[in-house]
């Protein structure tokens, strides 16, 4: 039998419901202009490409493995600098952000995983609540991707 909530879930992990894709988004953004911040922006994209991929794999770990140590808040979630290091960087940090998304995909997929079970090493977490977190912080970081790229643009 299958389950409506894991379908659901499944279903936001991989962009259903949102206006763009993460691809959409990340495709149309100038090279450019990724460490451009405009005036009263808080983040450039290269920033917020880092905070997605540094929680996201954050939230990855902590929900499979018990062992796992958060790094500290807030500056352990941000990359040091405005700018990308160089293309490969922001290339190796789409890439990341996409292979540990699969990775709770999979693991949100997997019948033996009890996605509402309370993880035993968290204070009440489970992979449900785990996995909307993704959804909901990616699709968050995901809507100032985009009004970043038409602030740079214009």
């Given at each position: 039998?299958?389950?409506?909530?894991?379908?659901?879930?499944?279903?936001?992990?991989r962009?259903?419901?949102?206006?763009?894709?993460?691809?959409?988004?990340?495709?149309?953004?100038?090279?450019?202009?990724?460490?451009?911040?405009?005036?009263?922006?808080?983040?450039?994209?290269?920033?917020?490409?880092?905070?997605?991929?540094?929680?996201?794999?954050?939230?990855?770990?902590?929900?499979r493995?018990?062992?796992?140590?958060?790094?500290?808040?807030?500056?352990?979630?941000?990359?040091?600098?405005?700018?990308?290091?160089?293309?490969?960087?922001?290339?190796?940090?789409?890439?990341?952000?996409?292979?540990?998304?699969?990775?709770?995909?999979?693991?949100?997929?997997?019948?033996?995983?009890?996605?509402?079970?309370?993880?035993?090493?968290?204070?009440?977490?489970?992979?449900?609540?785990?996995?909307?977190?993704?959804?909901?912080?990616?699709?968050?970081?995901?809507?100032q991707?985009?009004?970043?790229?038409?602030?740079?643009?214009a």
């Amino acid at each position: 039998m299958k389950d409506p909530v894991r379908e659901q879930v499944l279903y936001l992990l991989r962009g259903g419901g949102a206006h763009l894709s993460f691809d959409e988004v990340i495709a149309k953004f100038p090279a450019r202009l990724r460490g451009t911040k405009p005036t009263g922006a808080p983040h450039t994209a290269w920033q917020l490409l880092e905070h997605m991929r540094i929680a996201q794999w954050d939230i990855l770990e902590f929900s499979r493995n018990p062992k796992h140590v958060s790094p500290k808040w807030p500056a352990g979630y941000w990359p040091p600098t405005e700018k990308p290091p160089s293309p490969v960087a922001w290339n190796s940090s789409i890439a990341s952000l996409k292979t540990d998304l699969e990775a709770m995909v999979k693991l949100v997929e997997n019948p033996k995983t009890d996605i509402y079970a309370r993880l035993s090493h968290g204070d009440g977490q489970n992979i449900l609540r785990e996995a909307l977190l993704i959804a909901d912080h990616n699709s968050y970081h995901l809507g100032q991707l985009m009004l970043l790229s038409r602030l740079v643009a214009a």
